[in-house]
């Protein structure tokens, strides 16, 4: 064995819990304050904040910022008191009574707001938090649509597609029922390619549109409809993403082998998806015969075949420890950066070669086929826990790879 197991795993671990205090939305906003000021000097403005990093995003602001603005709004799975902010509550992952009746009384709002600019921050999450499903559809058909999508294991670009269509709001919608004249959009993203126009189907950047599958519209029974949009000047950036927080991961673990990077590789099924990693993990190997740690990112799509408890994290590390051989040595979790996995109330799950000792196959399998692997961690006991994190970037795995055991 060329690596020690436990010293792994525990570096492993460290590293993640570590790094999720570092990139902290709090901490990277307050790197904006020049920006922010130069944005809104000598002007009337408004701050609006939604997502899962909605909270921490604002209290990372200058708080003259905060109490000079005319109206301040928060929107977030997870309200709590932020001076100088009227919080909403919206719900995720599918939206329900919270985001619907949150939605409606933050679009008037802005719709009576006559600010002259807006300081928009946006994180993942928003998609399912801030909605207002236009007058031809119901809100119970928009729900079971989405809930069709979420769960069928669709790709990202076709649901925000669709989203896009049943949406009065998202993909630079509000551009058309606000009166901002300059908007300052600075995003935290969560979704492959970092495309601002996708972070939370973007509700003020008519940016680049993915046309819905014809086959899939015609299933759900709709109808693609042409956007115009109000004249608005718009700066954009992207404060923190995966390819960032990845690197950074990689970067700071404390462990004596190459550091390889695999990038934006966490794309598609996840049952594919863990194949490809596999191939890359072994042929890298094979090049150097030398062990070595890695990182990636992005977002996997999985369907949901159970009622267990589980995400997509807790699923594909279930399936590398199912597809790895017991000569194979490894170390590998792969966790949500939000420190929330689907329903599995776990941010991931640390899987190694040791544990092909401890269960077969076809207990794996068992776990997996009733989306149960959160409690498949558990039961291990390699979960890992670290409560709502306050950021979303993606996905992202961070492992050990030392081939073949002699």
């Excluded at 792994?8 to 922010?36: A, G, T």
């Excluded at 498949?376 to 790879?401: E, M, Q």
């Amino acid at each position: 064995m060329s690596g020690n197991m436990k010293e792994i795993n525990e570096k492993i671990r460290d590293v993640v819990l570590r790094v999720m205090k570092i990139e902290s939305p709090e901490i990277i906003m307050k790197n904006q304050s020049e920006r922010i000021r130069t944005f809104i000097s000598h002007s009337s403005y408004s701050i609006f904040s939604v997502g899962k990093a909605s909270i921490p995003m604002v209290k990372g602001l200058d708080r003259s910022v905060i109490k000079n603005s005319n109206l301040s709004i928060c929107l977030t799975p997870s309200p709590e008191n932020v001076d100088g902010f009227m919080v909403f509550k919206g719900n995720h992952p599918f939206p329900e009574n919270d985001t619907f009746n949150s939605s409606e009384a933050i679009f008037n709002l802005i719709g009576k707001d006559n600010s002259e600019k807006l300081i928009f921050l946006l994180s993942g999450g928003s998609s399912s938090l801030f909605e207002k499903v236009v007058p031809w559809v119901s809100i119970d058909r928009y729900m079971e649509i989405m809930h069709i999508l979420v769960t069928g294991g669709y790709p990202i670009e076709q649901i925000n597609s669709i989203r896009c269509i049943l949406s009065d709001v998202k993909c630079g919608k509000m551009l058309n029922h606000s009166n901002y004249g300059e908007v300052l959009i600075l995003a935290i993203s969560d979704v492959p390619g970092d495309d601002i126009s996708v972070i939370g189907s973007n509700p003020f950047y008519p940016g680049k549109r993915f046309d819905p599958d014809k086959e899939l519209m015609a299933k759900l029974g709709i109808e693609k409809h042409n956007i115009t949009y109000r004249e608005c000047r718009i700066e954009s950036d992207i404060i923190l993403a995966g390819k960032k927080y990845a690197g950074d991961m990689l970067n700071s673990i404390e462990l004596p082998y190459e550091k390889i990077f695999l990038g934006n590789i966490l794309d598609g099924d996840v049952n594919i998806c863990s194949d490809r990693l596999l191939d890359l993990l072994r042929n890298q190997y094979k090049k150097t015969g030398k062990p070595f740690v890695f990182s990636a990112y992005g977002e996997t799509t999985s369907r949901v075949t159970g009622d267990g408890k589980g995400g997509r994290n807790c699923y594909l590390s279930s399936l590398i420890l199912k597809k790895t051989e017991k000569s194979e040595e490894f170390s590998f979790v792969s966790f949500a950066t939000d420190g929330q996995d689907g329903n599995s109330g776990l941010a991931g799950f640390l899987v190694d070669s040791t544990l092909k000792e401890r269960i077969d196959n076809d207990e794996i399998e068992r776990y997996i086929q009733n989306s149960d692997t959160g409690n498949l961690a558990i039961k291990l006991k390699r979960d890992i826990n670290t409560g709502p994190s306050g950021n979303n970037v993606s996905d992202v795995v961070i492992g050990y790879y030392g081939g073949k055991l002699q």
